[in-house]
């Protein structure tokens, strides 16, 4: 055997034998990682990620532009010459003749009753989006402290949570739902309100175990000997390491809850009045004789909804993968 | 050698592409061993120790790329058919992993596992394999096989399942047996039996084995040959018998150096352990009252185990003067972790009293409580779980300054100043803990702890997560700390070598109870208690070093106490009183 | 011991569930509109005898001159003995409307899961095998796709493709023969599985793949057995749990799924039953239903749950 392979003194990490050396010449330094960390996650989420969140931001801003790219109603009745960036308004029938096919102007072609579908689709994604949102933020205000708390604290409270997660999973979702917005009103804000209890357990539950994992972890026994009070504990050594999943989640229940709302709007029990994508996927696609003739008006919502809460699964999904969460609580 | 080696690697290198670019993590290895031979591969961590031998085994992911020639009784490994592989893997070659924990499939029966290698490789019927099954467990010497084959894992301890990995890899009568960290997931006594094993069934069955281990110790004992690596290079081939003369290569001999010496005593023993004054009128082996900074009488620490209690710490006292080290070591599950942390109540103690500098604990508010924390900190086995992952250094080693406000002791610079004490340079404070490695980790976890000023600090098995030489470092680092910073420590570990180089005074623990108590010299020189003496003989490359005088004889290290006490499988309702044997000598009677 | 634990423990689900459905129906608003409509508050004079007689029904069947606690238990137990009661909307015994309607839903969503489960597995232990190879990646998009689509547009989609314009399948619903059953109901089953085939087929690659790197797959392998054996034999039995769970909590999912499924393609099961019930504000009807779904719930994770003891035998233990 040859005595003298690569000299292991010659690596920085060889002092490993030298120790004297190594602690007379104090500051080890870390190994390189190269560039910074912001850099590298941006790149680690990759092309599909940027793609689903170039997606979904167009889709919010068409939403919140709505008002100003559509004509008023019977605007364009009056005025059929009308630009191809200005669209007619959504509830027009006939601006266009019954199942027309795309073409320019009409890029989505129109609905059974002469309704540009373009127009329809931007419209009903204001509602979708907005119950999604609305129903998130009150999943993860409520089910995230629950799970939080019940998480680090244990004992009664956490039994008790957990119940009720249980009890909630257990409902199925929507018929809950179809509960509450019969009996209290098919309203904008209870169907928000509905789906938003529907979103509590599941995001609860990610919470509780995301805690679990990190409460025993030793870095929380280690803030414990140094005297932090609960509250801290919670606040700054847990809540940072338990959000990341949680945001992953957010955006995989802000799909959930969007289909949530179509459903129901797909089984007329929406909000009575308005537009969504479940709406007028069922008014275009319920009829064998209309799919037949003018699929178009379906397919195009259809595509639609597809490709949003698909990007919202892809970019949780990439989320989460990146910063390492565990598959837990779907 | 005149014999054809059974098995022969020539410049093996294994290379693995990753994002980062193509990592080497073997680099041209070349190594052979004589039927009936043993091999230690020798290395830290990333040393490429398993992965040349997970290499033979096509263990390895697809993004490997292996180079070089493996041989086996002279035949083509990397040649192979797709069956002749199959049947080199099951029939020539057996292998013993590291973790008995994990290497048994839960869900499946000791004896199904056992069997379908032998049914594949063998065509035996379910009978002949079953029958062969129970032989092979007797072989392993494990008792009452025929009811083992129908168990499942979990209802073995670790050091059986062991047994039964074991037995799995002789089920075909392999002529080589590889040993991957064989004993590291073990106890000290059980990795002595294991490796006992291992020697035994060598010679009666006549195989080779290649023994991968991190432990010069264990290869001293156990080979005839050692490989050397250091990060995917060889660094020498030598006969075990030469492994510790002078002129060895550079590398061994720092590993060699880094190893903790149990023959080795301290030389500043504390004079307060000379002191007999005032004795405590009960217990009689805790010494002056007035003096001691830690004072524990009668610590009993239960656990809700299904219906029950599981009694972890069953009346444990003593004490700890100012400016020592208490080295408390044991086996795992023996409660010496427990005994030190329910001093800060993590857990908090059943019953029994803790004195902290004459102060009653349990007559403290929690508020209080939380108070008096900032003098007793604490250092963790896990580095990396140690740190929270998503704060920088700086937030991690100044969150104690923040939680006790603008009036602690230390200012932004006396941080800094600490961070270098520890050797971490302050100009990497902005980086989170990932970008560092385990003993850094361990360095920063250190200095978090120093922050408050701490009078006690309580060190839990703060090296066994680490290799030997940053093993080394942190040890040096920690005995210098506490001089500087006027620290008393309690220091927990499974390792009799590092306890023996950093305590002033060392209890033994067994089964949650107090065994023997003492000045260290006393305890690695003149152990009484026959389970201290047991311990101390299971140390790996004991010999090499030249043994200990306590155990020179070995009379009573066969471990005789220890199986009575396993056998009676509970204990005795009295705790046994410690009686004093020497100046600061104290033994629980038997 | 475990499996009494976890039935106690569901049963206290199912009494959960029934108490927030009847006290939603009691609390939130007026029971008895809730129950009748506009003729609870109509003045009695105006009614017809019937629906005088309803009233009195509704208030003897629902025990409303009771205190809630006490209405809540004696309706409990009328619903243990089978007796649901009456519909006041179209008159008919609850229980003969959920006999006629429960087994065709039993039958679509037993049929859904088992074209998942002989589709997803096979498919899982695949791509597992092959994890981040390029046959493992396009099964990655493909399985995004499929959850990315929601039922609502699934159907339409599968019935525009394959009743309209291929005609492969009848566009209406079939119960002449079995064949012809589970014929006509191949598209439903279809829309209600596909993002369970993608939910599982995608739980059960993540678990194989971090089973296949467990030390015991490793021996297994250093033992010379082959592929196929070490993937069917030691991986797939201790990779089978979240797969499981998400089975066992699914069934409420795919009540909602077979809601949809059910209005669309115009299958008389309960989840139409539900829908019709709620259109004409008939609460008995859904009432009875969520008593029935949560009870079925139940027993499904008790099954998942003794399920989990035979896969795993750690499970006894750690109860």
């Known amino acids: 055997m040859p005595e003298t392979p690569s000299n292991p003194t010659a690596t920085p990490a060889a002092n490993i034998g030298g120790i004297t050396t190594d602690l007379g010449s104090n500051a080890l330094s870390p190994p390189e990682e190269g560039t910074t960390t912001e850099v590298s996650v941006a790149r680690r989420l990759g092309l599909g990620f940027w793609l689903s969140v170039g997606w979904l931001v167009l889709v919010v801003a068409l939403a919140l532009l709505a008002p100003v790219l559509t004509l008023e109603r019977g605007e364009a009745r009056q005025n059929p010459d009308r630009s191809v960036f200005v669209l007619p308004h959504p509830e027009d029938t006939a601006v266009a003749g019954r199942l027309d096919g795309p073409s320019p102007g009409l890029w989505f072609g129109s609905d059974n009753t002469g309704r540009d579908v373009l127009s329809l689709t931007i419209w009903g994604s204001r509602i979708s989006l907005l119950v999604g949102f609305v129903a998130i933020v009150i999943g993860f205000l409520v089910g995230g402290s629950l799970g939080i708390i019940a998480g680090y604290f244990r004992g009664w409270f956490d039994k008790v949570v957990s119940f009720v997660f249980t009890i909630l999973l257990s409902f199925p979702a929507l018929i809950l739902a179809i509960l509450i917005t019969t009996l209290l009103g098919k309203t904008f804000l209870w169907i928000s309100v509905s789906l938003g209890i529907l979103a509590i357990a599941p995001v609860g539950r990610l919470a509780r175990a995301q805690t679990l994992v990190f409460a025993e972890r030793e870095f929380v026994a280690a803030a414990r000997v140094l005297g932090a009070k609960d509250s801290r504990i919670i606040l700054r050594e847990l809540l940072p390491n338990v959000v990341i999943p949680m945001s992953a989640l957010a955006l995989l229940g802000m799909g959930i809850a969007i289909v949530a709302e179509g459903t129901l709007a797909f089984l007329g029990i929406s909000t009575a009045d308005g537009l969504s994508w479940g709406k007028q996927i069922f008014e275009s696609g319920s009829n064998a004789r209309t799919l037949e003739t003018g699929p178009h008006a379906a397919l195009f919502p259809i595509v639609v909804v597809f490709l949003t809460v698909l990007s919202l699964n892809f970019a949780g999904d990439r989320l989460r993968e990146v910063f390492d969460a565990k598959e837990l609580a779907f | 050698m005149a014999d054809q080696p059974l098995l022969e690697l020539n410049d093996l290198s294994v290379t693995f592409a990753t994002p980062a670019g193509p990592v080497r993590a073997v680099k041209g290895l070349s190594l052979a061993v004589a039927p009936g031979r043993a091999l230690g591969v020798v290395g830290e961590s990333g040393s490429g120790k398993s992965v040349s031998m997970k290499a033979v085994m096509d263990l390895l992911p697809r993004s490997a790329q292996i180079d070089g020639e493996i041989l086996f009784a002279g035949e083509n490994v990397r040649a192979m058919s797709k069956d002749r592989m199959k049947h080199f893997h099951g029939v020539d070659i057996g292998m013993v992993f590291q973790n008995p924990m994990t290497s048994l499939n839960p869900v499946k029966r000791i004896g199904e596992q056992l069997t379908e290698g032998m049914r594949f490789h063998q065509g035996l019927s379910k009978t002949a394999a079953n029958a062969r099954a129970v032989e092979l467990l007797d072989l392993v010497r494990l008792p009452k096989p025929d009811e083992r084959i129908r168990q499942y894992p979990h209802e073995l301890s670790g050091g059986m399942r062991q047994r039964v990995v074991i037995a799995m890899a002789l089920a075909n009568d392999p002529k080589l047996l590889i040993a991957d960290e064989p004993t590291t997931a073990l106890d000290v006594t059980v990795q002595r039996e294991i490796l006992d094993l291992l020697d035994t069934l060598r010679e009666e069955l006549n195989m080779a084995m290649i023994l991968i281990t991190h432990d010069l110790g264990v290869v001293s004992d156990r080979t005839d040959e050692v490989v050397v690596m250091f990060r995917g290079d060889t660094m020498e081939t030598v006969e075990t018998s030469q492994l510790f003369d002078d002129d060895r290569h550079s590398y061994t001999v720092s590993l060699r150096d880094a190893m903790p010496d149990i023959t080795q005593s301290r030389d500043d023993n504390l004079e307060v352990a000379a002191e007999d004054a005032g004795r405590h009128a009960d217990i009689p082996h805790l010494r002056d009252p007035e003096k001691a900074i830690i004072r524990v009488e009668n610590l009993v620490v239960d656990y809700p185990a299904g219906r029950g209690v599981f009694r972890a710490v069953d009346r444990v006292s003593f004490d700890v003067y100012p400016g020592e080290t208490l080295g408390i070591v044991g086996e795992s599950g023996c409660g010496k972790s427990t005994t030190a942390k329910s001093i800060i109540r993590m857990p908090p103690p059943t019953s029994g009293r803790i004195w902290y500098e004459g102060t009653d604990l349990s007559s403290l508010s929690a508020e209080e409580l939380r108070r008096k924390r900032a003098d007793l900190q604490m250092i963790f086995q896990d580095p990396i779980s140690s740190l929270n992952p998503r704060r920088s250094v700086w937030d991690i080693v100044r969150e104690g300054v923040e939680i006790w406000g603008t009036s602690g002791v230390w200012s932004d610079a006396r941080l800094v100043e600490l961070l270098e004490q520890v050797g971490i340079d302050p100009k990497y404070r902005d980086r989170k803990p990932f970008e560092f490695s385990g003993g850094q980790c361990q360095r920063i976890s250190i200095a978090r702890a120093l922050a408050l000023d701490p009078k006690v600090l309580i060190s839990d098995e703060p090296v066994s997560a680490l290799d030997v030489s940053v093993q080394a470092q942190i040890l040096e680092l920690l005995d210098e700390l506490k001089e500087q910073h006027a620290l008393t420590m309690l220091f927990i570990s499974h390792d009799l070598a590092v306890v023996r180089n950093i305590a002033n005074r060392v209890m033994v623990m067994y089964f949650g109870r107090v065994v023997e108590l003492g000045s260290t010299d006393a305890i690695f020189e003149n152990a009484q208690h026959p389970y201290t003496r047991h311990l101390l003989s299971a140390v790996p490359g004991l010999e090499a070093l030249g043994g200990l005088d306590s155990i020179a004889g070995g009379a009573s290290s066969d471990g005789s106490w220890l199986d009575s006490e396993r056998s009676a499988g509970q204990r005795s309702e009295e705790v046994p009183a410690l009686v004093q044997c020497g100046p600061d000598h104290w033994v629980a009677e038997q | ?319």
């Open chain 3, 1 to 319: 011991m475990y499996i009494i634990k976890r039935l106690s423990q569901m049963l206290l689900v199912v009494l959960a569930v029934t108490f927030l459905a009847f006290a939603a129906m009691n609390l939130l608003g007026d029971p008895l509109t809730n129950l009748l409509g506009p003729i609870a508050e109509a003045d009695p004079a105006d009614l017809t005898d019937d629906q005088r007689e309803d009233l009195i029904e509704a208030r003897e069947t629902y025990y409303l001159d009771d205190p809630f606690l006490v209405r809540y238990g004696r309706w409990l137990g009328d619903m243990v003995t089978g007796d649901f009661g009456r519909s006041f909307k179209n008159n008919v015994e609850v229980r003969t409307e959920i006999a006629n309607r429960l087994p065709v839903t039993l039958f679509l969503m037993v049929y859904a899961q088992l074209l998942a489960i002989v589709i997803a597995i096979p498919w899982a232990v695949y791509t597992a095998s092959r994890a981040y190879r390029l046959g493992d990646k396009a099964s990655t998009i493909v399985s995004f796709g499929m959850l990315g689509i929601p039922v609502f547009a699934l159907v339409v989609l599968l019935f525009w493709a394959f009743a309209v314009r291929w005609q492969i399948f009848p566009t209406r619903f079939d119960d002449s023969d079995l064949g012809s059953r589970v014929w006509s109901l191949f598209l439903p089953a279809v829309a209600l599985a596909t993002p369970l085939i993608a939910t599982y087929q995608r739980l059960l690659r993540t678990d194989l793949i971090s089973t296949l790197q467990e030390d015991f797959i490793a021996v297994a392998r250093a033992k010379g057995m082959s592929n196929r054996h070490v993937l069917f034999r030691h991986a797939l039995r201790p990779s089978l749990f979240s797969m499981l769970t998400v089975f066992g909590i699914n069934t409420g999912a795919l009540i909602g799924g077979s809601i949809v499924v059910e209005q669309y393609f115009g299958i008389p099961g309960i989840g139409r039953a539900v829908i019709e019930a709620i259109i004409r504000d008939d609460f008995p009807v859904v009432l009875a239903v969520v008593v029935i779904v949560s009870v079925m719930f139940v027993v499904i994770n008790v099954l998942v749950d003794i399920l989990y003891s035979y896969l795993d035998p750690r499970v006894k233990l750690d109860a």
